[in-house]
């Protein structure tokens, strides 16, 4: 057989491939995005963003008793980021989007149609992730923008032209939409087998985010077998936090920012290839659901 000829079947199952995903993708962003269901995650999402656009209206009102802090607005930024949209929003606004990527079908008792369906369980593991990552990104993404916007929104333009240009604002800004990209890209597939392969996946939910939790008191070689290692390595704001900040809101011998990044990529490879290898294997049954 000719090179050519193997070709033409490859090419046409790509092809096949890609016009399925898209089409399980566009399905499912439509049911991600328009639901009831999710009420309480948008909540989550804009929670952190309504807290410091609150806080930039009282400032502006009472300019002269609430004075202009910079370092401490920033400070200030870092903690509610990583204390508060970090974990535990971003984090149970994964685990309710991913988790019910597959058991929302099993509850709904829908997902024998996809299993009828010609689709190869592989790509039906990647379009109901990529879907999920889509929407996970749209609504944290824009809340972390949103927030970072807020922290600062009270200072005169000169001064916030100053702080993005020739500070480190632009940088800072960077670093979080990128944690927050990470996060809802490696939590996410990390939520999707953890909904795939637990009936409940609740109990197992809290019990990862305690292991997260503890993270910096673990042994350092526990500390790599986290993904809020990975993501608290590349916080823009590390020295200067204090308080409940010093705690939650830093990680213990952080990694470089390159390393973190495959790293995560790595964790979620790893999970994207167990959710395919463990629906593979499972079977409909709606009698116990």
């Not at 992730?129 to 972390?144: D, E, K, P, R």
């Not at 005169?156 to 944690?179: C, D, K, R, V």
């Not at 490879?269 to 959710?275: D, I, R, T, V, W």
């Amino acid at each position: 057989m000719s090179a050519a000829a193997a070709t033409v079947p490859l090419n046409g199952t790509w092809q096949l491939w890609r016009s399925q995903m898209a089409a399980i993708v566009w399905m499912e962003l439509k049911k991600n995005f328009i639901t009831k269901r999710g009420f309480w995650i948008y909540l989550l999402a804009a929670a952190p963003a309504v807290l410091v656009w609150l806080h930039t209206v009282v400032v502006i009102q009472r300019p002269d008793e609430l004075r202009h802090d910079l370092s401490k607005d920033t400070t200030m930024l870092a903690v509610l980021f990583n204390v508060f949209l970090l974990r535990p929003a971003l984090y149970f606004g994964c685990v309710g989007i991913f988790t019910y990527l597959f058991r929302g079908e099993v509850v709904e008792r829908s997902l024998h149609y996809y299993f009828l369906a010609p689709v190869k369980r592989e790509v039906l593991v990647l379009s109901k992730y990529l879907a999920g990552a889509i929407t996970a990104i749209t609504f944290f993404g824009l809340s972390t923008f949103m927030t970072f916007w807020g922290m600062y929104g009270h200072y005169p333009s000169y001064e916030l032209n100053e702080f993005m240009t020739g500070g480190p604002g632009l940088s800072h800004l960077a670093a979080y939409m990128s944690i927050t990209v990470l996060a809802c890209i490696a939590w996410g597939a990390v939520c999707l087998w953890m909904g795939i392969r637990w009936r409940n996946p609740i109990v197992p939910s809290v019990t990862f985010l305690t292991w997260e939790s503890i993270n910096l008191f673990l042994p350092s070689w526990l500390r790599p077998f986290s993904v809020l290692h990975y993501l608290q390595s590349m916080t823009p704001v590390q020295g200067d936090l204090r308080g409940p900040g010093l705690i939650l809101g830093q990680t213990a011998d952080p990694v470089p920012g390159w390393l973190a990044v495959l790293c995560l990529l790595g964790i979620t490879a790893g999970m994207l290839f167990l959710s395919a290898r463990q629906l593979s294997r499972t079977e409909i049954s709606y009698s116990s659901d």
